[in-house]
């Protein structure tokens, strides 16, 4: 009677299990986000220490180059009520930058808005892209000093020249990138959706607008950082109250710690809305990188 072969033994070691391989992805994700946050704050305290030596050094008087402490205690005083002065000229920082970003959210974003309808209508339309390429390009080479005496000239010196020369500011990068995120949509797409019995507004819309978007958003944070650098431009006449006109005002006094609080709070505010664009571009085009 026969038996049956019993399977043939080997000397292979069991495969590992699969936790310690999470284990191991988790700690190095770990220590990715360590590093993350490790390093811009190393980078953080280096510079203060280097501008420290710098401001001990002699170098510089401390009008020129004021030691952290002193700017510090310029950011205390600007964002509180001190010997009966209310921070700034009568206003508090948090205030004067409230009143500055105010004028970037319109100026800013009447400036985008144009600028993505035109980019679209640019990018679908050749004889208007044509005819208005070339002002655009002018228009983004200029500095906005160069134009804003002229808006003073037209609008006066309240309110709409500063929310004019933002808009004018911001306009240019997001009709360029727009335009060429348009012109760049596959043609295959096109054809497809024309070959469905899509009409030019359901290209436009279903087709057009969607692959455009990445680009588009990247105009838009390239704009907001436009609108940013142009603000103390925009507020150099009649800016107070308002973080640049602030910054304006106390360097016409010598007040470098107080012209640092000002620089410092309209970078930082710029990061933090630059975040939250990124945070949105993250939201509303998931795709992008992983396609």
């Known amino acids: ?30 220590t990715a986000r360590l590093r993350h946050v490790g390093l811009p704050f190393g980078s953080l305290l280096l ?10 050094s002699g170098t510089w008087s401390e009008t020129l180059v004021p030691p ?5 205690s310029a950011f205390v005083d600007v964002s ?13 920082l948090i205030e004067h930058l409230g009143i500055s970003l105010r004028r970037i959210a ?9 600028g993505v309808v035109f980019g679209l209508v640019m990018g679908t339309v050749g004889w208007v892209r044509s005819l208005f390429e070339p002002w655009i390009t002018f228009l983004r080479t200029l500095p906005p000093l160069a134009y804003f005496s002229l808006l003073i000239i037209w609008l006066g010196i309240n309110e709409e020249p500063k929310i004019t020369l933002l808009a004018v500011a911001a306009f240019p990068p ?15 797409l096109v054809e497809a959706a024309r070959a469905l019995g899509g009409s030019r507004w359901d290209v436009v819309k279903d087709v057009v ?15 907001v950082g436009v609108a940013y650098s142009s603000l103390v431009a925009a ?18 006094y010598n007040n470098t710690p107080v012209v640092l609080v000002g620089i410092i709070a309209i970078g930082v505010s710029g990061l933090v809305i630059d975040a939250l664009l990124l945070r949105l571009e993250r939201a509303v085009v998931p795709w992008r990188g992983h396609v």
Request: aromatic letters at 4%.
């Open 106 to 114: 319109l100026g800013a974003g009447l400036g985008i808005a144009l």
């Open 68 to 72: 952290p402490a002193k700017v510090w």
């Open 174 to 188: 997001v009709a360029v990138s727009t335009t060429t995120a348009v012109t760049a949509v596959s043609q295959s």
């Open 235 to 252: 507020e150099l006449v009649n800016g107070l109250p308002g973080i640049g006109g602030m910054v304006k005002d106390a360097a016409n």
């Open 209 to 223: 607008v969607p692959s455009a978007l990445p680009e588009t958003l990247t105009g838009v944070r390239l704009a």
């Open 47 to 56: 510079f203060l220490l280097l501008w420290q030596l710098l401001a001990v």
């Open 1 to 30: 009677m026969s038996t049956i072969p019993s399977p043939p033994q080997t000397d292979l070691a069991p495969l590992p299990d699969e936790p310690p391989v999470r284990r191991r992805s988790a700690g190095a994700g770990g």
């Open 80 to 92: 509180t009520t001190h010997d009966g002065v209310r921070g700034y000229n009568g206003t508090t």
